[in-house]
Structure formats: structure tokens, C-alpha cells
């Protein structure tokens, strides 16, 4: 008989709930976030971004949009610190957080978040193309949110290897966190606050203090249990006093209990509990 007709062909849902925060993992106490590991490629069909923490160069993949303009060159090689320019730096171990600078530290960003979103469908048959086209929509969007400053600063901070070791840029990012300072809008009180603001509302409230919110708190499982992510938490804090905010925001699920006690280890307090989709979420704040 004729052969059984193919199964159609699935598609990525993008309109489930966006997870900001990170997952955590407890080590005697010590908390550190993870954003489980950027897998090795095993597939020549299936090209991913290697979690070894070794010098070789990594398999890659690319955005599913190489028309729109990027600087990406995923052979380049890490500059030195002193190189980099960076406004914002904070030096911990074996590595240093600094804001983004380079299109291929914004695609890793960007993939490290991609593999924290699809965490618990690793065993889907399309789960690797679902994460690349994740990963190309974010990496386009954060590029677009960094460059443009208009009514609020937008900045992707990133962990990267500090060592003498001659690494490319994508073998070197390990953590990435974003903030976002600004005045709020009209009728907001705290940052995505639930009914309040509508979606296309862009008033701001110049009369009103600045805030900093921040979100996409990724770190590669294969370097957790550093300090990567309070680190780059402390850094942040520090770059949203400087650029004027009065206090900070992070939101975390109400069930996340390593997340929310490393958060209180940071600084940050409970401001109000939120619903989302079902899900129920703390705002927390730090006060600057």
C-alpha cells in the first residue's frame, strides 16, 4: 500500500507567558541562577552553541534573518578588557560583567535566553528549530531596544571568561541581564503593571521619578555556582543609580523560592504580588 501521509509540520507558539526569571540551584546555601546549558551540536542538521567550557571553537547557529543588517562574525575574537570601552564593569573571579558591545555577545544573549525559554521541551522533535527562531527574534528586537534611547535607556549587560586564553566572543559569554531605566508612563505606578497602562500607551511621566526594571536574567548551566548571576545583578543596580533611577524592579514567580532568596540576598523586597496568566507573581524592588 502507498505509503502513510507526513505528519504536519509544528509550529513554535510564542503567545505563552515569557519567562524572565531565571532557574536556581542551591550549592550549600549559596544560590547562583541557571539558564540550562547552551547544548553541544550533535547533529550537522541541528547546529547549536557548545557548553564546553574548554577553548574550542563552538558550532553555532545562525539567525534565520541574515538579511537584517548585523555586524556577526561568529570566528571573531574576545578583545581585551582594556579594549572594550565599557562604561559599566565589575571584575569577579574568572570573569567580568560588562554591558554588551559586540553583535555576537547580543546573539548569545539571545540564545542563552532561547534555551531558558524551551527548558522543558527538550525532548520535542523541533525544539532545536523552535529555539533558533526564538533566538533570532530576540537577538533582532534586543539590538533594536539597545539602539534606541528615546524616553528610556535600555542596556543587555553580559558575563563573559576573564582569562588570558585566546576564546572567540561566543565562546566567552557565559550570563547576560537586561535593564531598562525610564520615567514611568502615564497611570503606572511600578513597571508592567497589570491593567493599568495600556499596551500602546507611550506617555511618560517626566515629572515623575526614573525607575530601572530588570529582566531576561540568564546564566550558561555549565558556569553556575560563580556568583555570574548577582553579580551581574549588583552591576546593573549600580548602572540604574548612575543613569538616575530611584529604585529598581525584578518580578519573580511566587514559587521560585532560590530565586526570591537570592534576590532578598541582593537587596530586593517584596512591593506587590501580580497575576499573569494565570500565574501569580512577586514585584520586587530595591530602593535606591
Known amino acids: 500500500g502507498s505509503p502513510p ?3 504536519p509540520r509544528r509550529h513554535a507558539d510564542f503567545s ?51 538579511a537584517e543588517p548585523s555586524d556577526l562574525r561568529f570566528n571573531r575574537l574576545r578583545p581585551s ?23 555576537e555577545e547580543y ?5 542563552l535566553r532561547a534555551e531558558d525559554h524551551y527548558e522543558d521541551q527538550s525532548g520535542d ?13 530576540e537577538f533582532h528586537a534586543l539590538k533594536k531596544r539597545c539602539g534606541r534611547q528615546v524616553g528610556e535607556k535600555y542596556t543587555c549587560f553580559v558575563a563573559v571568561k576573564n582569562d588570558d586564553v585566546t ?47 530588570l529582566t531576561n536574567v540568564c546564566v550558561a548551566k555549565y558556569a553556575r555556582r560563580q556568583g ?28 521560585n523560592l532560590p530565586a526570591r532568596r537570592l534576590y532578598d540576598h541582593v537587596g530586593f523586597k517584596v512591593y506587590i504580588i501580580f497575576f499573569a496568566k494565570k500565574l501569580s507573581f512577586f514585584h520586587l524592588v530595591i530602593k535606591l
Open 5 to 7: 501521509p507526513p505528519a
Open 16 to 66: 505563552s507567558f515569557r519567562k524572565d526569571e531565571p532557574v536556581i540551584s542551591t550549592n550549600s546555601g549559596k544560590e547562583e541562577m541557571i539558564a540550562h546549558s547552551v547544548n553541544v551540536a550533535r547533529k550537522a542538521s541541528i547546529p547549536s552553541v557548545s557548553s564546553n567550557i574548554s577553548n574550542r571553537t563552538p558550532v553555532t547557529p545562525t539567525p534565520l534573518h541574515p
Open 81 to 103: 578588557i582594556e579594549k572594550s570601552d565599557c562604561k559599566y564593569t565589575r571584575y569577579f573571579g574568572r570573569y567580568v560583567a560588562r554591558e554588551a558591545i559586540m553583535d
Open 107 to 111: 546573539w548569545i544573549a539571545a540564545w
Open 125 to 137: 522533535r523541533y525544539v532545536e528549530s523552535f529555539k533558533r527562531k526564538f533566538a533570532s527574534q
Open 167 to 213: 576564546r572567540t566572543v561566543v565562546n566567552s559569554v557565559v550570563g547576560t541581564v537586561d535593564l531598562c531605566v525610564r520615567h514611568p508612563l502615564h497611570g503606572e505606578t511600578y513597571p508592567a503593571e497589570p491593567g493599568n497602562t495600556p499596551f500602546y500607551s507611550r506617555i511618560y511621566q517626566p515629572d515623575q521619578p526614573k525607575f530601572g526594571y
Open 228 to 255: 555570574i548571576a548577582s553579580n551581574m545583578l549588583l552591576l546593573a543596580i549600580d548602572a540604574a543609580r548612575l543613569d538616575g533611577a530611584e529604585s529598581i524592579y525584578i518580578h519573580v514567580h511566587k514559587d
